[in-house]
């Protein structure tokens, strides 16, 4: 069946430091590929997300690309803020009457 | 434009009591609606989604049950809680393909 893999955390890092959280998955088809945040006590925003291959998506200074010839979604960032402290989820949408599927989560940490 | 409530946020139940959380979007049609749980330091497991009122696919075999009475509503049961029902529970909808998913604020559950 379709699912997400995510590197296992935490991820430590100090300010201004370069991110990248690895994420791979398995689907049929052609899925869509979304980064979700969580802050601490609150529920998922979406952070980036895209529908097809080589499409890059971005926001806040982070970046994703859905790259179908290596089933990959990684996400960076080039300079993290202590503000980006939250746990980060892969997650793929195979589309129509289906479920949306997340990875385990990546808890970041960043530190001034 | 489109909201989705959940509550309540906060409940502490005792071992064997009932459970109802309840889950409302407003502004949108037939969505997809999903329940997830975040047990302390995991990731996100998928419970139920429906993609229609009476529609409910089960994920996971537990002492849980999900109804949908109404196209924007979604609820979450069980009869008698266990220890381990304790977690993060947020309720999702997603509507149409290549959308993104809005999340509840959450509820979070300690069983004692």
């Not at chain 1, 990875?103 to 530190?111: F, N, P």
Request: proline share 5%; with cysteine; charged share 15%.
């Amino acid at each position: 069946g379709d699912s997400v893999t995510q590197m296992e955390g935490p991820v430590t890092l100090s300010e201004e430091a370069f991110l990248t959280i690895n994420c791979t998955y398995t689907a049929t088809g052609y899925p869509s590929l979304f980064w979700y945040v969580q802050y601490p006590g609150e529920g998922l925003q979406l952070l980036l997300k895209a529908t097809k291959a080589d499409d890059k998506g971005s926001n806040k200074g982070f970046e994703a690309t859905y790259r179908k010839e290596t089933t990959s979604f990684h996400l960076e960032k080039g300079s993290v803020q202590v503000s980006d402290s939250a746990v980060y989820f892969c997650a793929l949408f195979p589309g129509g009457y289906n479920k949306l599927i997340f990875g385990a989560g990546t808890r970041l940490a960043v530190h001034p | 434009s489109q909201t989705i409530h959940q509550w309540p946020a906060t409940l502490v139940q005792p071992v064997g009591s009932p459970l109802s959380l309840e889950c409302t979007v407003e502004g949108t049609s037939n969505p997809n609606l999903y329940w997830y749980r975040q047990a302390a330091g995991r990731g996100l497991q998928l419970l139920f989604y429906s993609v229609g009122i009476g529609q409910i696919s089960s994920e996971v075999p537990q002492n849980l049950s999900a109804s949908r009475p109404q196209d924007r509503q979604f609820i979450l049961s069980s009869k008698k809680l266990l220890l381990s029902d304790s977690g993060f529970y947020l309720c999702a909808w997603m509507w149409g393909e290549n959308t993104e998913a809005f999340f509840g604020q959450g509820t979070r559950l300690t069983v004692v």
